[in-house]
């Protein structure tokens, strides 16, 4: 018998962890377009690790580039798995140096998985007595589990042994290769019993305990999972040879020989600093780690070359600030004036304070005011409660009080306040009479303008990405779903340190983003002229609100509904039986196997695909495929606009306010939602009725101003083609010029067919369309589409060469810029995959376009807004919609309007090309545009 050693051995599945860092992190990138969020989760793994397990030896096991023994055993073998995400494989290499660079033994072993070499070293360290937990997310190696050998999920906190396994799985360890052979695994296409789920792999292992044994009594498995059990008996055997886990793979070294080293401090900030993981290159920076205190162990194993690269590697860059970590927390809850009073006077001294707010709703209309949290020094914050009303709940600030407190302080025009999405905060404000006045600084608008690609600005994931701090959440302090509390019902003792976390957070966010853009005079320009004013505008267009008439509604929800209904009826008699329209799966039974329409597209999943583009091209001449599009646009149209919007309309205002989001959209468009009113329909009569409902008040009219083809005119001021100029300059219809100079007529003699494909032409090279498409759109062949667009750059070599010139130019930088120097960067420039590398060229030209509009529509929105404020009228900006702008205005003072507001849109940019805008009026909104 062995004898326990005491210190366990940690074996780590690098690659289950790669794949779940990929999934569960944001896709990160550096400033220089390099993928880092799946590099950042497995490194945060292992510190958490390593700090949960100081005593341990840990080993790093990951697979191998090529096939294993299990290809060679069955070729199919994971042949249904895609290949690794482009954004995936370049982050895998950094992350094999910061384990190394940890001091933690690294194993990639070809010909076979990591499960396999896991496996070998736990039956290594069995053999020794030594007690061995696999940290993995892999179910497969719930077979290694045995008294000496666990397995540990650190994504889920979750801890399996002997008996974990059976109260997971159903069955022992022991039995878990039958499982999973019975089971199969579609991920690893290995073939089980078709129809036996779990449930009958428990239970055939419970009643005959083996594969072996149940196989051999095959022919007492009764009904259709028997006949298929008896079916599948000849391939069994390889599905289990396929799940077993090698426990004799041939090692260069056993696990005694595989000891830690010291870690390599100096190679692990050189690594920081190159990803761009400021806080852990701060840490170390704190500790002393210089260029010049390399450690002895750093320079064991390595040439002086390679040490001197280290060096410089470890060097600080001086334009990258590094922002401060989250180590001391001092929170504390203020219940009183007196308690409160000086927290005040610091806050009016103080050259910059965070604030935030705590609501009973996500509805800055409804939300009543729970609390407010205040932070003027990092680490250091308290919470103000006035509005916890549960049973118990302990004396707190009135609401009234606590708004009289602070309103001086915010509608101080010389305070400067930090928040996180303050737009939501100054709304709801406004509901008890404060005039939001004082300068801010938005954290999370900051994060948008430095990487607009990064695709979440919230708090948490802000707080994870640049301070390495984890938030407590929401729910972990509410609950989630049916049952979870609203702020009012949490108990002060777990509210205030949230509350008080959110001020601290943000406050230290808000000054790193103010230091970085320090260091981009051109995105701190866009930040300071763009984006930071908006916010107060679009702040005045929510809580305005939009006029709609809930009736007119509800008559075209009947009558759309009454459409559905017939179109139902016809598709029935189409199709020759009654089916769920809804349902793909009886819509691609009717299509393909009953009617026998030809299959042009298949889903991932092999079976034919009843998307909307393939039902586009099979109603070209199939009546049921037209027929199902009319009815899913229709019936989208009734959930989403004609029966849902009544319900937005608030109870108060009779208005509905939608929410304007800032940090979405990468190329700086707006977008919006409760509800999105950017998508309504416009080209459908059905859609345009649905803006029928938008109205204004008796006495007043609607005015839409709305910027003509403005993102063809930013395409010949960037590219300073001389045709498009001319056109342009000469007020001439772009799409008729570009028509006559493809065509080779003159103006006059522009069909509107040729019209057409000129417009086609113009707008689908904005957007980066290739000859397959516009032929595909014009229904023409791709050589005469080819032919188009030849014509096309002949005519106009400006926009060849601007295109050309702008794709090498993101190539080079790793990014492309608007005229006001808003910065999107592109990833996959330099892809290997033709496809992503083409799709981001595209990008690189249509976005300096789209989001050079974006900015426009956005500077005339704060010009629009400041003469408004000025201009006596009784007006007011109710929507933006892209390129438009809504407003409602006393039918007497239309004119003052439009002047106006034509003269501040035309005037928010300065063109190669006049910007010109059209004005339409009327009593809804349908009418204006």
């Given amino acids: 018998m062995t004898t326990k050693v005491s210190t366990p051995v940690v074996l780590v599945d690098g690659s289950s962890y790669l794949f779940r860092a990929y999934h569960a992190m944001p896709p990160l990138n550096n400033s220089k377009g390099m993928p880092t969020g799946a590099i950042k989760g497995v490194v945060n793994m292992m510190r958490s690790l390593a700090k949960d397990y100081a005593n341990a030896n840990i080993v790093v096991v990951f697979d191998a580039k090529g096939p294993t023994f299990r290809n060679e055993m069955y070729s199919e073998y994971k042949a249904n798995r895609p290949p690794m995400p482009d954004d995936m494989r370049p982050q895998i290499e950094p992350i094999h140096n910061i384990i190394k660079a940890m001091g933690l033994p690294l194993l990639v072993i070809p010909g076979v998985?990591?499960?396999?070499?896991?496996?070998?070293?736990?039956?290594?360290?069995?053999?020794?007595g030594i007690d061995t937990l696999i940290s993995t997310g892999d179910k497969d190696m719930a077979q290694l589990v045995s008294p000496h050998v666990g397995l540990v999920n650190t994504m889920t906190n979750t801890y399996l042994n002997e008996e974990g396994v059976m109260g997971k799985f159903g069955v022992r360890p022991d039995q878990i290769i039958d499982y999973l052979a019975i089971v199969g695994d579609t991920a690893d296409n290995i073939p089980g019993v078709p129809g036996a789920g779990p449930k009958t792999a428990v239970k055939w292992l419970a009643a005959y305990d083996t594969l072996e044994v149940l196989m051999e009594n095959a022919h007492d498995i009764g009904g259709k999972i028997g006949e298929k059990l008896r079916n599948a008996l000849e391939f069994l055997p390889l599905s289990q040879a396929l799940t077993t886990i090698k426990l004799d793979v041939e090692l260069e070294q056993t696990l005694d020989q595989m000891t830690p080293k010291p870690v390599d401090q100096a190679a692990l900030l050189g690594l920081y600093e190159e990803l761009e993981f400021r806080s852990w290159a701060s840490?170390?920076?704190?500790?002393?780690?210089?260029?010049?205190?390399?450690?002895?162990?750093?320079?064991?194993?390595?040439?002086?070359?390679?040490?001197?690269?280290?060096?410089?590697?470890?060097?600080?860059?001086?334009?990258?600030p590094v922002a401060a970590t989250v180590t001391t927390k001092n929170y504390t809850t203020v219940s009183t004036l007196a308690a409160l009073e000086p927290w005040l006077k610091a806050c009016a001294d103080a050259p910059l304070f965070a604030f935030d707010t705590e609501t009973t709703s996500l509805n800055y209309m409804d939300a009543q005011l729970v609390g407010i949290s205040l932070c003027i020094d990092a680490g250091t914050a308290i919470y103000v409660p006035c509005g916890h009303d549960y049973v118990g709940a302990p004396e707190q600030i009135s609401r009234p009080e606590l708004i009289a407190a602070i309103k001086p302080l915010l509608e101080d025009s010389g305070q400067v306040i930090c928040g996180q999405n303050l737009k939501y905060d100054i709304n709801v404000l406004a509901n008890y009479d404060i005039a939001w006045q004082a300068q801010i600084i938005d954290s999370m608008v900051q994060s948008y303008v430095l990487n607009s690609t990064a695709s979440r600005h919230n708090m948490d994931a802000l707080a994870l990405h640049y301070l390495d701090y984890q938030t407590v959440k929401y729910a972990d302090i509410a609950?989630?779903?049916?049952?979870?509390?609203?702020?009012?019902?949490?108990?002060?003792?777990?509210?205030?340190?949230?509350?008080?976390?959110?001020?601290?957070?943000?406050?230290?966010?808000?000054?790193?983003?103010?230091?970085?853009?320090?260091?981009?005079?051109?995105?701190?320009?866009?930040?300071?002229?763009?984006?930071?004013?908006?916010?107060?505008?679009?702040?005045?267009?929510?809580?305005?609100?939009?006029?709609?008439?809930?009736?007119?509604?509800?008559e075209q929800s009947q009558v759309i509904g009454k459409r559905l209904v017939e179109l139902e009826r016809e598709a029935y008699e189409l199709a020759g039986e009654v089916f769920n329209l809804s349902s793909t799966q009886q819509l691609g039974a009717i299509l393909y196997e009953k009617l026998g329409i030809p299959v042009?597209?298949?889903?991932?999943?092999?079976?034919?695909?009843?998307?909307?583009?393939?039902?586009?091209?099979?109603?070209?001449?199939?009546?049921?495929?037209?027929?199902?599009?009319?009815?899913?646009?229709?019936?989208?149209?009734?959930?989403?606009?004609?029966?849902?919007?009544?319900?937005?309309?608030?109870?108060?205002t009779g208005r509905i306010h939608t929410s304007y989001h800032q940090a979405v959209a990468a190329t700086g468009r707006l977008s919006s939602s409760d509800p999105n009113l950017q998508n309504i329909p416009i080209r459908s009569s059905e859609g345009r009725q649905i803006r029928q409902a938008f109205i204004v008040p008796k006495g007043q009219v609607m005015v839409a101003a709305d910027y003509s083809q403005i993102e063809l005119r930013i395409m010949a001021h960037l590219?300073?083609?001389?045709?498009?100029?001319?056109?342009?300059?000469?007020?001439?219809?772009?799409?008729?010029?570009?028509?006559?100079?493809?065509?080779?007529?003159?103006?006059?003699?522009?069909?509107?067919?040729?019209?057409?494909?000129?417009?086609?032409?113009?707008?689908?090279?904005?957007?980066?369309?290739?000859?397959?498409?516009?032929?595909?759109?014009?229904?023409?062949?791709?050589?005469?589409?080819?032919?188009?667009?030849?014509?096309?750059?002949?005519?106009?070599?400006?926009?060849?060469?601007?295109?050309?010139?702008?794709?090498?130019?993101?190539?080079?930088?790793?990014?492309?810029?608007?005229?006001?120097?808003?910065?999107?960067?592109?990833?996959?420039?330099?892809?290997?995959?033709?496809?992503?590398?083409?799709?981001?060229?595209?990008?690189?030209?249509?976005?300096?376009?789209?989001?050079?509009?974006?900015?426009?529509?956005?500077?005339?929105?704060?010009?629009?807004?400041?003469?408004?404020?000025?201009?006596?009228?009784?007006?007011?900006?109710?929507?933006?919609?892209?390129?438009?702008?809504?407003?409602?205005?006393?039918?007497?003072?239309?004119?003052?309007?439009?002047?106006?507001?034509?003269?501040?849109?035309?005037?928010?940019?300065?063109?190669?090309?006049?910007?010109?805008?059209?004005?339409?009026?009327?009593?809804?909104?349908?009418?204006?545009?």
Avoid at 303 to 317: G, P, R
Avoid at 485 to 506: K, V
Avoid at 794 to 808: C, H, I, L, N
């Fill in 600 to 652: 042009t597209k298949k889903t991932p999943k092999g079976k034919p695909s009843t998307a909307e583009a393939v039902l586009q091209d099979l109603a070209q001449d199939y009546e049921l495929p037209k027929l199902l599009l009319e009815y899913r646009s229709l019936s989208k149209l009734k959930s989403t606009y004609t029966d849902k919007l009544p319900l937005e309309i608030n109870r108060s």
């Fill in 719 to 929: 590219s300073k083609d001389e045709g498009l100029l001319k056109a342009f300059a000469a007020g001439q219809d772009v799409h008729k010029a570009t028509a006559a100079e493809v065509f080779g007529v003159t103006v006059e003699e522009v069909t509107s067919d040729q019209r057409r494909s000129a417009k086609a032409i113009n707008f689908g090279l904005i957007y980066g369309m290739s000859a397959f498409g516009l032929a595909k759109q014009l229904g023409i062949s791709r050589a005469q589409s080819q032919d188009y667009i030849g014509r096309y750059f002949s005519r106009y070599p400006g926009v060849q060469e601007y295109m050309d010139q702008t794709k090498a130019t993101a190539a080079q930088q790793g990014y492309v810029e608007t005229l006001y120097g808003r910065r999107l960067y592109l990833p996959d420039i330099k892809a290997s995959n033709g496809i992503a590398r083409q799709a981001s060229e595209r990008t690189a030209i249509n976005a300096p376009m789209q989001g050079t509009a974006a900015d426009i529509i956005k500077r005339a929105m704060i010009k629009v807004d400041e003469w408004l404020a000025n201009s006596g009228l009784n007006a007011r900006m109710t929507m933006q919609v892209h390129d438009e702008l809504i407003f409602e205005v006393d039918a007497s003072q239309v004119d003052a309007l439009v002047v106006g507001v034509k003269s501040a849109m035309e005037g928010a940019a300065q063109l190669l090309v006049p910007l010109i805008v059209d004005v339409g009026i009327g009593e809804n909104w349908d009418q204006a545009h």
């Fill in 113 to 128: 998985e990591a499960d396999d070499v896991i496996g070998t070293l736990a039956a290594q360290a069995t053999a020794q």
């Fill in 479 to 554: 609950g989630k779903g049916a049952k979870q509390l609203t702020f009012n019902q949490i108990d002060i003792e777990q509210a205030g340190p949230y509350a008080a976390e959110d001020a601290d957070i943000t406050l230290r966010l808000a000054q790193h983003f103010t230091q970085c853009l320090a260091l981009e005079p051109t995105l701190a320009k866009v930040y300071a002229t763009i984006e930071q004013p908006l916010v107060s505008v679009l702040s005045h267009m929510e809580r305005t609100g939009a006029l709609v008439d809930a009736k007119v509604l509800g």
């Fill in 283 to 320: 840490v170390l920076i704190q500790e002393g780690v210089t260029a010049g205190s390399l450690p002895v162990a750093a320079t064991q194993g390595h040439s002086n070359q390679e040490v001197l690269d280290s060096t410089k590697a470890a060097v600080i860059t001086p334009n990258k």
